[in-house]
């Protein structure tokens, strides 16, 4: 009788393993799909991001939303793999490149935020925190309305460039303009 019972058991447990293990291999198997299309997706954002930084400051700011919605997020959509999207991207940047060119002639583009900066510290010779920056800034250019952190980061990008000196006071950030006589 304890044969006949184990048979049962053993053979409930033998099907029980195996449907688990087949429901191991198609959770590993969905699992590496979209592992893929994860690296897929974090290829194409950095080609944008990329991309992004490349042109920063050369687009007429008016015209970048109409380049977005051009040819590159519709072949994005339609082509899922992050290679074929990046083939094309960098065909139709040769493109943007020569629109955009075409648009700085028959337009003047605005100063960078980094110049409107530039001057606006070049006329201090104390420290200026961030803040005090931007809301003359918001004064003098009333159509230029950059968010805090983009007016920080701006001033960290000219920093790193060894344009302007960051001066820390306690909690305090200030910054003044790098005179060309004195050392860099």
């Given at each position: ?55 920063e400051?050369?687009?007429d700011?008016?015209?970048l ?91 960290e990008?000219?920093?790193?460039k ?17 005179k ?5």
């Open positions: 009788m304890t044969s006949q019972s184990t048979t049962p058991l053993r053979s409930r447990l033998v099907d029980q393993a195996a449907s688990d293990l087949e429901d191991n291999r198609r959770l590993q198997q969905e699992l590496t799909e979209r592992l893929s299309v994860l690296k897929q997706e974090e290829a194409l954002l950095t080609d944008i991001l990329s991309l992004a930084q490349r042109y400051g050369i687009a700011p008016a015209r939303p109409e380049q977005v919605q051009d040819e590159p997020a519709a072949k994005a959509k339609r082509t899922p793999t992050g290679t074929s999207t990046r083939r094309s991207g960098s065909g139709s940047g040769s493109a943007r490149t020569a629109r955009a060119g075409h648009t700085a002639k028959a337009k003047k583009r605005p100063p960078l935020l980094g110049d409107l900066l530039l001057d606006l510290l070049g006329k201090y010779d104390e420290p200026r925190p961030a803040k005090e920056l931007r809301d003359e800034l918001l004064q003098k250019h009333p159509d230029r309305n950059p968010t805090p952190q983009v007016v920080r980061n701006t001033l990008s000219l920093v790193a060894g344009r302007i000196r960051r001066h820390k006071e306690q909690r305090a950030v200030m910054y003044t303009v790098v060309s006589g004195s050392d860099a």
